[in-house]
């Protein structure tokens, strides 16, 4: 898969099959249109294409809107990475592209850059200014430049929206089973080491510390996670803290992972945590003693899990 940032700097000689969407969290109900999409396509001998836009159009047109996607469009790219998808194509959501008309989206962008042969595209899809665009128009437009349109059946989309939905609702409230099943992997968390108060290390749980950048990352519920991440081409387990540290006064929250068996810096390095099991919710301890007896369980806990079930 090749990732284009902007349509206009794809070029394709060969025709191509489209579908437009966001696809947060690239889940079941999304691969199975992408899936739909990569086999219409090879059938034809022709290139499939994703579109989305980046920033989110909520994200520009309505700021004070806050906004949560269970992926960054980091993280997305590299989940459609895995799919047989020829392009994803991310074009800048801005308020001047929000004001291209319906006809000149058709026009510039899907026919003259994309070299679109086969649209397909969600029942109640609207676009272009205003959002005045629909299937009506796509059908029109399409008899006039030339290109085919099949609309995804209402089932399948109501399956996709209820699914995105649902995971989110499973992930704020520390479920994590039903959210990890939707989306057919591990909810992940992407974020850069950085320095912490180093009060882990003093009572024997040294932690890394995970910046995470985006805003409008969706955080899991606070609590004690089992998780695992890729470090040097191997797999290490550990648990991690979602909270704000009540029992030191923490003033915000943050996320620290603890590595069982492992102790090498990791100060400034990009890591990829994944959840895979919540195991408490987060309390306030009387005592840092009674804190580091807590942490012994749960390292207990999350070493039994591991070995039984992963």
């Not at 470090?231 to 620290?256: A, C, L, W």
């Not at 009674?290 to 806990?301: G, M, Y």
Request: net charge neutral.
């Amino acid at each position: 898969m090749q990732t284009v940032n902007n349509v206009f700097n794809f070029t394709s000689q060969e025709k191509t099959f489209v579908t437009i969407g966001t696809f947060d969290g690239v889940h079941f109900g999304h691969q199975k249109i992408i899936e739909k999409l990569v086999l219409e396509a090879k059938k034809e001998g022709k290139k499939s294409v994703v579109l989305t836009f980046f920033p989110h159009p909520r994200m520009v047109l309505q700021k004070e809107a806050s906004i949560e996607l269970i992926n960054t469009i980091e993280e997305r790219a590299k989940l459609l990475e895995k799919t047989e998808l020829d392009y994803l194509i991310i074009h800048p959501f801005s308020k001047e592209f929000s004001r291209t008309t319906a006809l000149e989206f058709v026009r510039d962008f899907l026919v003259n850059q994309l070299n679109i042969s086969k649209l397909i595209i969600g029942y109640d899809h609207h676009f272009g200014k205003n959002r005045e665009g629909n299937i009506k128009q796509l059908t029109e437009y399409s008899q006039l430049y030339d290109f085919t349109v099949e609309e995804i059946p209402a089932q399948d989309i109501d399956d996709v929206s209820v699914s995105s939905t649902k995971i989110r609702r499973a992930l704020h409230a520390g479920n994590l089973k039903t959210a990890n099943n939707y989306l057919g992997y591990n909810f992940m968390i992407n974020g850069v080491v950085v320095n912490g108060k180093q009060l882990g290390g003093k009572i024997g749980y040294p932690t890394a510390n995970i910046d995470v950048k985006e805003s409008y990352k969706l955080i899991p519920k606070t609590g004690v996670y089992v998780v695992k991440s890729e470090i040097d081409n191997e797999t290490i387990y550990g648990m991690m803290n979602i909270g704000n540290r009540p029992t030191v006064d923490g003033k915000h929250q943050t996320i620290e992972v603890h590595f069982f068996d492992f102790n090498k810096d990791l100060y400034h390095q990009s890591l990829t945590v994944e959840l895979i099991y919540f195991l408490r919710d987060e309390h306030k301890f009387d005592s840092i003693d009674s804190l580091i007896h807590q942490l012994k369980i749960d390292e207990n806990t999350a070493r039994n899990y591991i070995k039984n079930n992963l």
